[in-house]
């Protein structure tokens, strides 16, 4: 593994990582979600209906797979900044084409090639930024460091949830998302003073094509596979992100369609929960950093195992406070483990590797996000309602956290 250059200046890099890589990753977190927090405004206006958001986030998620399988050469002589920088402008290109959808036809002609230029933005982000954060981060600060820069992941999605429904309340959806992509172009050129210091390390004489690509993922994938503690934590991993894609994907809509709250109401609800889990994932990281990413982990898959069964139970009545509640819990306990699980990753990872290892560590992510809201959408189209999609996430994510703590247990007790 590699270790971090002298701990003054090391920070100072790490800081400076941190300054692109925050808000590019937030900023490509808003882009994904800009579809899910309008879906309901924007099915009224497209005839499309709103249950089609799972199948928009799987496309998505199978662009991201394949983005990442192929692109670690092309990570390599760019740079993480200047990929970084590629992937915010195709984000926003990803925004700007839902303009199109006017129609019924163009309207899902637009949402599937905005899911694909999405997914691949998103794709080779944390191949990217995990690179870079591994050379550079002090060995103490690992699980707070990666755990920070992908907090920004909740922010946009805060801002997103917060701003979006207003936009499109004054001026409409489609003014919305140009404001979405002309915010990546900006953010794009404004990282370009950090380019020259932090993509000073990139491997210029890096070659090989697609199928190089992809053939050159063998190796760190045996490496993971032969690791039993990573094979059940990827696995924990994958169930998590079925939970929080469902989260994301779902919960405005879920608000709306399912327990009857206004739309306004509804995304407020979703940022505010995505605002706190800015600051879960860094407690999360605090924690790791001072016990361990297994015990954190299996922690949050049971957790989220348990929200989902009593999401179930929610409805009009509630009082709205306590709505926001379970909103929070979901936030905290699904979508705020991303960071303590790729420094884990990071962490195994040989020197030199870190790339590719997490590219392979991404991929159980994303089957399960990818199974997540297809299943989901699937099972709303066939019962009428989301009950049993949240009950198939819950045995899910129930079982694979009790299977890690207790692997976790039984080796100490070995030990």
Known sequence: MTEAPQDGRSIKLTARALLALFPAQGTMSLTALTLPVLATIFAADTGLPAS???????????????????????????????????????????????????????????????????GCANGPANMAGSDLLNRVTPLRLRYFVFSFKQASVPLGGAIGGALLPLISGVSGWPVACAAVAGFCGALALSMQPLRKVLDAERRTGARGGVIRAVLDLAAPMRLIFANPHMRWLMLTAATLSMAQFVFTSFFVTFLVTGVGLGVHLAASLFSIALAVGIFTRLSWGWVADRTSAVSVMGVMAIGTGFLCVLVTTVSIAWPVPMIALIGIAFATMSASWNGVYLAEVAR??????VAPVTACGMICLWCGSLLGPSIFSALIALTGGTDAGYLVVAACTLGSGANLLLRRRLRRATA
């Open 52 to 118: 089609w958001i799972g199948y928009y986030s799987s496309i998505g998620t199978v662009a991201s797979m394949i983005a990442a399988l192929c692109s670690t050469p092309f990570l390599l002589q760019l740079g993480p900044i200047r990929a970084t920088q590629v992937m915010v402008l195709l984000a926003g290109a990803g925004a700007l084409v839902l303009v199109l959808a006017q129609t019924p036809g163009l309207a899902l002609a637009a949402c599937m090639l905005s899911a694909v230029l999405i």
């Open 348 to 353: 195994q990872a040989p020197d030199g590797q």
